[in-house]
């Protein structure tokens, strides 16, 4: 995973949803898919889809945010409640044309509705969180940084982690419990 897809502001990601939009700028939309994607499947995983209806559905939202950039604007959303809407819509059709009527009453859960547009306070206090979180971030080792976004941001299990780094779990454990109590300490010390 490359650094800069790790993190994407609010901005950055209502930016290039933008271009897309106007532009049909490939790469933006290559960013946007590379750090939307591996989110929306983790999303529809932990509403009990198997990892290839959640591949499939996180797939097919990326293609109609392809498709219907042109529809949105930041001025209603932001981007990521944008994205995720339409991938709840895209979960519901695929409830629907499997005839799971159980699994559609469920699928409308309030916490999913997306909240309205946030105050210029609330963005300026995300924006400063998210810069303090990323300024941490870059102050780790990089073994450790590199750990710690594979696993929140890139939604992997340690397992998974190993594997794709080529090193022991109990290493893994070792370097998220490490990367965890530095970030701690690092915030603390920014207050």
């Known amino acids: 995973m490359r650094k800069d897809e790790a993190l994407l502001s609010a901005d950055e990601a209502g930016r ?13 939309f290559a960013a ?24 499939d559905v996180a797939q097919e939202t990326m293609l109609l ?27 519901i059709d695929r409830l629907r044309k499997e005839g799971r009527p159980a699994a559609i009453a469920t699928a409308f859960d309030p916490s999913d509705e997306p909240e309205g547009p946030a105050s210029g306070e609330a963005a300026v206090m995300t924006a400063e969180r998210d810069e303090r979180v990323r300024n941490a971030i870059s102050r780790l080792a990089d073994e450790q940084a590199d750990a710690l976004r594979l696993f929140f941001f890139g939604d992997k299990t340690q397992s998974e982690i190993a594997g ?3 090193i022991p779990l109990g290493t893994v454990k070792s370097r998220l419990r490490l990367a965890l109590g530095r970030l701690r300490q690092i915030l603390d010390d920014l207050k």
């Open 16 to 28: 290039l949803l933008v271009a897309v939009a106007a532009e049909r700028d490939r790469a933006a």
């Open 32 to 55: 946007l898919f590379g750090f939307y994607a591996p989110r929306l499947k983790s999303f529809m995983r932990r509403y009990g889809m198997s990892a290839s209806a959640a591949e």
């Open 65 to 91: 945010v392809w498709k219907k950039a042109s529809y949105f604007d930041p001025s209603r959303a932001g981007a990521s409640t944008w994205i995720f809407t339409i991938a709840r819509n895209a979960r």
């Open 164 to 166: 794709e780094l080529g």
